[in-house]
């Protein structure tokens, strides 16, 4: 189609990355906002009573008892599709990117299915998935190594220090497992109010993006003193593609949500930004830009750690989000609040990255 177009309109680059991007972006936006109405209704059939609530949260949550799960469904569909169509499918990373977001997607649709048929908040045991996840993220990373060149595919990048670039050599693969896994399961864990998950993940997405298209192209990687990593600028498109399919299933999920992307969602979208990361070799970038998904993990390791060894809790509720909650905030504060500092965090962060 674009060969065909091109004959027409020869002044326009039709199959350069940024035309493909744009169109990979509108197509999944599209298709969410098509594809959201169906899923809801079917996953309404499905569910009689939709995600359990957990007991223990706050009272305010008890509202939403009967609004279905599941609706990550809609984003897989839409990025797949998307990827399938707009994506050059001869470049591995392509590949290696959507086995994981598709992967680790799988694994929350199990989890969520579980806590459906089980009707509690329990589903996949912690150690079974956890078993799982770094299986997942092992292929990946063994695939990607054998992509880049052996002297700079175990390196690290450290931005704010210089473009300093590290070797740590064999620890880079148990380094970048726990990258990936850690990043699936913050993700997870955010993802506990309406449209909270949505923004930081896109502007994370929008980092990536960017440095994806600066670090495949030689001539920029070079003049901003960054690791070239060749082909890794072709996960432009599937960038371009989750951020549309975010902003579509948003238009769902925004306060009060008519569906939950659950695990489905969170686990896959998790796996894709781990996975970009590594990809880029900015695995530090992602601790910045993402730093709200960290500080939401450390909320909960914290008040577990503390319970098990004080038997004193350290937050009103935990993960973080829930403790502003229970402190009085409306849910909607609390989430605009959160998407404030994400995106000035994603701005520091690629700043940081081009303006060194």
Known sequence: MLEWLASYLG?????????????????????TLCLGPRVIRWL???????????????ETHMV??????????????????TTLLWANL????????????????????????????SHSSKGITGKKRLLIEFGIALVAILLMLYLIDSGTGTTLSIPFWGNVILNLGLFYIPFAMVVIVGCTNSVNLTDGLDGLV?????????????????CGDSLMASALNMLVVPSVEE?????????????????????PADVFMGDTGSLALGGFLGTMAVATKHEVVLAIAGAIFVVEALSDIIQVGSYKMRKKRV????????????????????????????ITLAIVALMMVVFE
Not at 198 to 214: D, E, H, K, Q, S
Request: proline residues 5%.
């Open 44 to 58: 309404k059939k499905k569910q009689k009573d939709g995600q359990p609530i957990r007991e223990c949260g706050p």
């Open 198 to 214: 949505t923004l930081p993940v896109i502007m994370c997405t929008i980092v990536f993006m960017a440095i994806a298209g600066l």
């Open 64 to 81: 939403k008892k009967g609004t279905p799960t599941m609706g990550g469904i809609m984003i897989l569909l839409a990025v797949t599709s």
């Open 90 to 117: 001869g470049n591995l990373y392509v590949w290696i990117l959507l086995g994981v977001f598709l992967s680790f997607g799988l694994i929350g649709g199990m989890d969520d299915y579980l806590k459906l048929t």
């Open 315 to 342: 937050f009103l509720m935990a993960p973080i989000h829930h403790h502003f909650e229970k402190l009085g905030w409306p849910e909607t504060r609390v989430v605009t609040r959160f998407w404030i500092i994400s």
């Open 11 to 31: 002044w326009i680059k039709l199959d350069g990355l940024g035309v493909r991007s744009c169109c990979a972006f509108i197509t999944a936006l599209i298709m």
């Open 235 to 255: 996960l432009m498109p599937v960038c371009a593609a989750v951020i549309g399919s975010l902003l579509g299933f948003l238009w769902f999920n925004a306060h």
